[in-house]
């Protein structure tokens, strides 16, 4: 359906990498975290603690929490905020575009290219009184078109 840019999903190496250069630790915590991540792509912290559970860790929903907030203040990873109760992260710091099931609150990366350098352009052309832009987010909105296609 979607080309998928897994270029922009960091390796366990490319991982530990960009952790050294923000100057963070590699710890176990830390790596167990994103080898969650690089299966989930899109996750919050429970959806974490279920995938590390799943493969036998044990790691508190709250360090969980806290790594991934770390992470995203850090630009190792970004937030995703959901119209669903969840905040979700992404494990790619890099900027990318989204399809987003409502339905079913969840993403997935897409590639449409050039979008977000297009967005970036017409609206960097704009003011808005009394605002200034900090980000540009390209989310395209869906809902599954057949019933069962549920997750
Ligand atoms: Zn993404």
Same mark, same amino acid.
């Given at each position: 359906? *979607?080309?998928?840019?897994? +270029? #922009? ?6 991982? @530990?990498?960009?952790? =050294? !250069? ?6 176990r915590q830390r790596l167990l975290v994103h080898e969650a991540m690089m299966e989930l ?19 508190? *929903?709250?360090?969980?929490? +806290? #790594? ?6 850090? @630009?190792?990873?970004? =937030? !995703? ?17 989204h399809l987003y099931d409502r339905e079913n609150d969840t993403f997935q990366n897409v ?41």
């Amino acid at each position: 359906m *979607s080309m998928k840019a897994p +270029n #922009i999903i960091p390796t366990a190496d490319e991982f @530990r990498t960009i952790l =050294r !250069r923000r100057g963070l630790k590699a710890t176990r915590q830390r790596l167990l975290v994103h080898e969650a991540m690089m299966e989930l792509e899109h996750a919050s912290a429970e959806m974490v603690k279920a995938k590390l559970e799943e493969k036998g860790h044990k790691v508190t *929903s709250s360090s969980i929490y +806290n #790594i991934l907030s770390q992470l995203a203040d850090s @630009r190792v990873y970004s =937030r !995703r905020p959901s119209m669903g109760s969840k905040m979700y992260f992404d494990v790619s710091g890099v900027k990318h575009a989204h399809l987003y099931d409502r339905e079913n609150d969840t993403f997935q990366n897409v590639d449409v290219p050039g979008i977000s350098e297009w967005a970036t352009t017409q609206i960097k052309r704009r003011r808005f009184r009394g605002f200034s832009v900090e980000d540009i987010e390209i989310e395209i909105i869906v809902h599954p078109t057949k019933k069962g296609n549920k997750k």
